[in-house]
Nanobody
């Protein structure tokens, strides 16, 4: 089992920045590719960003490219999502997820999920 705990969410004005963190425990962190997803009320959970086990490869949803940066620190068992130039539509709950080995952008291919952290962007 891998336990994931997100933190760093909160209230920010449009144009501002937040950094989300996701701390992992339970297994060898560097064996897992990591992803961030988000879900607004009444909508499906959607892909935001993903990073490979080493951190060498990253993928982003088109709407966040250039504004968000995913990174990881394998020594600290933590993955980060730096979010800049935030917009009101970036508002929903953000979840981190872990998948054993292969990098993927598909929600259903992730093995473990955190409980989520709320981000609210005011206009």
């Amino acid at each position: 089992q891998v336990q994931l705990v997100e933190s760093g969410g909160g209230l920010v004005q449009a144009g501002g920045s937040l950094r989300l963190s996701c701390a992992a425990s339970g297994r060898t962190f560097s064996d897992y590719s990591m992803g961030w997803f988000r879900q607004a009320p009444g909508k499906e959970r959607g892909f935001v960003a993903a990073i490979s086990r080493s951190g060498a490869s990253t993928y982003y949803q088109d709407s966040v490219t250039g504004r968000f940066t995913i990174s990881r620190d394998n020594a600290k068992n933590t993955v980060y999502l730096q979010m800049n130039s935030l917009k009101p539509e970036d508002t929903p709950v953000y979840y981190c997820a872990a998948r054993y080995r292969a990098l993927t952008t598909y929600l259903n291919e992730y093995d473990y999920w955190g409980q989520g952290t709320q981000v609210t962007v005011s206009s």
